[in-house]
């Protein structure tokens, strides 16, 4: 599937922007925010000093963050704005916020957005991987080829992570989409078919062979869309955001969606720290 992106490399904007991420031309644009991992610290005494115990813990939305450190929530809003300069938000009360998880969408999210893509083109899908991290090249960071059926053993998720040989083997012929990256690198990508209604289910990944190993869902799908290229996902690796490109309707419906954390944006909107033109620097509002 090298050549399935062919269609979005001719409408790929500038880099930084809504359209260097998700492409040009489409009727409408929305960038979904990915939630912040939160947890609440107890400072106790265990008689040799002063040491942290986990109290709680919960994903942020960047609504809530933002009231709480005085911020501004607009469509092109920052983490690095809402944060200190490591990421992280810490509150008097105890919690600790960040960092962001960029170019992964959660597949909770994901699968909240599944009934409103369904709507919309066709249920069949082409799924574009990010392969930096070397999920699928065999030799990465923990990937293995294992048997399926009976073999596989009765875990689930399985005891050690499964990429498919098909997978494996694409990425070896090279079958690669390349996009536009920062200062003239190239992002590859490796694109699999797939089903839509697929991503319904938060865990796909694991019966999908694609490297889900234990409680960690990722590699997350950079890229997705139909055939009829209708619309567009796209989580950029750098950014803390995913961008839904598609006609009116679906990004009215996203942005209405209670589940979703989502403003509407624009093809030529900046997505950079630069582009929160709202808030300075957490360090200035001190």
Do not use: C, K
Not at 167 to 182: F, I, S, T
Not at 224 to 248: F, N
């Amino acid at each position: 599937m090298g050549a399935a992106g062919a269609w979005l490399r001719g409408r790929i904007g500038a880099w930084a922007t809504v359209g260097g991420v998700a492409g040009t031309g489409f009727e409408a644009y929305a960038r979904v925010l990915h939630p912040v991992p939160g947890r609440r610290l107890s400072w106790d005494d265990d008689g040799r000093g002063m040491v942290p115990r986990v109290v709680d813990e919960r994903e942020w939305a960047w609504g809530e963050v933002a009231s709480a450190v005085g911020a501004v929530m607009h469509p092109l809003v920052q983490w690095r704005r809402l944060a200190d300069e490591n990421g992280f938000v810490r509150l008097d009360d105890g919690w600790e916020v960040g960092q962001t998880r960029d170019g992964w969408l959660d597949p909770v999210l994901w699968a909240a957005l599944v009934p409103h893509l369904a709507r919309v083109g066709a249920p069949e899908v082409t799924l574009g991987f990010w392969i930096g991290r070397g999920d699928f090249d065999g030799g990465g960071r923990h990937v293995t080829v294992a048997l399926a059926g009976d073999d596989a053993g009765a875990g689930f998720p399985p005891a050690l992570p499964e990429v498919s040989a098909d997978a494996l083997e694409a990425r070896a012929r090279g079958e690669l989409l390349v996009l536009p990256g920062q200062e003239g690198t190239g992002r590859e990508h490796l694109m699999m078919a797939g089903a839509l209604a697929d991503l319904a289910d938060p865990d796909w990944g694991y019966r999908a062979a694609i490297g889900w190993w234990g409680p960690f869902r990722d590699p997350a799908p950079q890229l997705a869309w139909p055939a009829d290229h209708a619309w567009l996902v796209a989580s950029e690796i750098d950014w803390d955001s995913t961008i839904v490109a598609g006609s009116r309707a679906l990004v009215d419906a996203v942005l209405a969606d209670p589940a979703v954390e989502a403003f509407e944006v624009g093809p030529d909107d900046d997505l950079s720290w630069d582009g929160d033109t709202v808030n300075p620097p957490r360090a200035e509002r001190s």
